[in-house]
T-cell receptor, first 114, second 116 residues
Framework: AQSVTQLDSQVPVFEEAPVELRCNYSSSVSVYLFWYVQYPNQGLQLLLKYLSGSTLVESINGFEAEFNKSQTSFHLRKPSVHISDTAEYFCAVSDLDAGNKLTFGGGTRVLVKP | GAVVSQHPSRVICKSGTSVKIECRSLDFQATTMFWYRQFPKQSLMLMATSNEGSKATYEQGVEKDKFLINHASLTLSTLTVTSAHPEDSSFYIC????????????FGNGTRLTVT
């Protein structure tokens, strides 16, 4: 079964500083990768996704993630965070060998300080 | 596009009663919907896969008689927590995929269930 590991459960960061959220998944032949963001008491919103093609994917609000097949990683980065980026971030993997079932990592709570 | 509406957003019920949660895809048809449960400060745990017109597929350890899922149409799935107990208190989130293959899931805003 697929597993997803987010190494950092919480990341405090100052406003306008860069942030990186790490995500590793167990090996699989074909996977699709996603980052979702969750604000308090809300559902999840898709931040960005990797399906194929360029290994670097970007979101409209400045986040980017890079798919690294050899390291089975899909780390999320933002060069300069805002207070509004304070939220929980979930990495997820869709495994084609398991009927596209989505497996989530444990989540990383980003707390942006002024 | 691709909006999933979940209702209610918050519900408090007494122990022993049943609670129904609705999940609707507003602008697309979803043959498959997914129900997740999230404990405080934890990740989402897939409970079951809801299939339109057929029985739901439950994950290991999830009681199908306690968490009744009905997917009567292409835009509506319901989760009924029967004979609720305080340990059923949790955040329940539904999701649906717009299309087939690797298209991402779209999530409802969740339902906070508190059983007293």
């Amino acid at each position: 079964a697929q597993s997803v590991t987010q190494l950092d459960s919480q990341v405090p960061v100052f406003e306008e500083a860069p942030v990186e959220l790490r995500c590793n998944y167990s090996s699989s032949v074909s996977v699709y990768l996603f980052w979702y963001v969750q604000y308090p008491n809300q559902g999840l919103q898709l931040l960005l996704k990797y399906l194929s093609g360029s290994t670097l994917v970007e979101s409209i609000n400045g986040f980017e993630a890079e798919f690294n097949k050899s390291q089975t990683s899909f780390h999320l980065r933002k060069p300069s965070v805002h207070i509004s980026d304070t939220a929980e971030y979930f990495c997820a993997v869709s495994d084609l060998d398991a009927g596209n079932k989505l497996t989530f990592g444990g989540g990383t709570r980003v707390l942006v300080k002024p | 596009g691709a909006v999933v509406s979940q209702h209610p957003s918050r519900v408090i019920c007494k122990s022993g009663t049943s609670v129904k949660i609705e999940c609707r895809s507003l602008d697309f048809q979803a043959t498959t919907m997914f129900w997740y449960r999230q404990f405080p400060k934890q990740s989402l745990m897939l409970m079951a896969t809801s299939n339109e017109g057929s029985k739901a597929t439950y994950e290991q350890g999830v009681e199908k008689d306690k968490f009744l899922i009905n997917h009567a149409s292409l835009t509506l799935s319901t989760l009924t927590v029967t004979s609720a107990h305080p340990e059923d208190s949790s955040f329940y989130i539904c999701s649906a995929r717009d299309g087939t293959g690797p298209s991402p899931l779209h999530f409802g805003n969740g339902t906070r269930l508190t059983v007293t």
